[in-house]
């Protein structure tokens, strides 16, 4: 059974930091992209960042230089560190896992950055 956990979500003021945390297992982790997305209020699920397996990464434009996307393949975990919050960060955060156009999803935490 895949699971996917994601944690390390929840209100921070504007300008502030989270981290947030995605436990994977029943999947051979080191095998699959991770990706984080979110989802705002009303809007579309959108691409935050990806790590492939070996670590080379991919993010939203619009984002790059404040979040930073890891994973730890020994510990089946993977990151993304979100810096320099701003109020339209808020959404609900998704941790995935993508291999050969099969994607499990999580439950997803919730970020809310208050103004």
């Known amino acids: 059974q895949v699971q996917l956990v994601e944690s390390g979500g929840g209100l921070v003021q504007a300008g502030g930091s989270l981290r947030l945390s995605c436990a994977a297992s029943g999947i051979t982790f080191r095998l699959y992209i991770m990706s984080w997305y979110r989802q705002a209020p009303g809007k579309q699920r959108e691409l935050v960042a990806a790590?492939?397996?070996?670590?080379?990464?991919n993010y939203a434009d619009s984002l790059k230089g404040r979040f930073t996307i890891s994973r730890d393949n020994a510990k089946n975990m993977v990151y993304l560190q979100m810096n320099s919050l701003k109020p339209e960060d808020t959404g609900v955060y998704y941790c995935?896992?993508?291999?050969?156009?099969?994607?499990?999803w999580g439950q997803g935490t919730q970020v809310t950055v208050s103004s």
């Open positions: 995935a896992a993508d291999r050969l156009g099969t994607i499990f």
């Open positions: 790590i492939t397996s070996s670590g080379g990464t």
